[in-house]
């Protein structure tokens, strides 16, 4: 059975965002000669381990609402330099849109069940429609904004 994780996207305000930051890190990671791999560093191993490696997804607040995912390729047992032990998440690149959801703020990252778990905005990987974060969807499409407002009216 597939379970995610869920983490707060602190200091971006848009999928676009994070895409460019993303973007840097892989640069960077190339410049230097080492092996280019998103991977997000955290405290703790999850210990649902297999269950999240069995088809998980990253899942992002951005802006107090679910946004994004990313696939979850490998969780690392590391050690930084003062020999303390992190959880190196490692993320596939495509980011994939989620319909909007709202979400609390918390702290870490949390477990998030296959069957709570935002669908995916236009069924797969985001693509130019998704990448401008509300503008620009497929032709006919209102905004992702307006989506999430008409989704909490339960209106949709």
């Given at each position: 059975m597939t379970v995610h994780l869920i983490k707060l996207?602190?200091?971006?305000d848009s999928i676009e965002d994070l895409r460019q930051w993303q973007e840097?890190?892989?640069?960077?990671?190339?410049?230097?000669?080492?092996?280019?791999?998103?991977?997000?560093?955290?405290?703790?191993?999850?210990?649902r381990r297999d269950e999240v490696l069995a088809g998980g997804s990253l899942y992002w607040v951005i802006k107090g609402q679910v946004r994004v995912r990313q696939r979850i390729?490998?969780?690392?047992?590391?050690?930084?330099?003062?020999?303390?032990?992190?959880?190196?998440?490692?993320?596939?690149q495509a980011l994939i849109a989620t319909v909007p959801q709202p979400c609390r703020p918390f702290q870490g990252w949390r477990y998030l069940e296959a069957?709570?778990?935002p669908p995916d905005l236009y069924g797969g990987e985001c693509d130019e429609r998704a990448?401008?974060?509300g503008e620009g969807e497929g032709e006919g499409e209102p905004p992702v904004e307006m989506l999430a407002e008409l989704r909490s009216l339960g209106l949709l």
């Open positions: 996207c602190v200091g971006t840097r890190r892989l640069a960077e990671m190339r410049r230097s000669g080492g092996r280019a791999v998103l991977r997000h560093c955290t405290r703790s191993m999850p210990r390729i490998g969780l690392r047992a590391c050690q930084d330099e003062d020999g303390r032990g992190y959880c190196a998440i490692e993320l596939d069957a709570d778990a990448e401008a974060d």
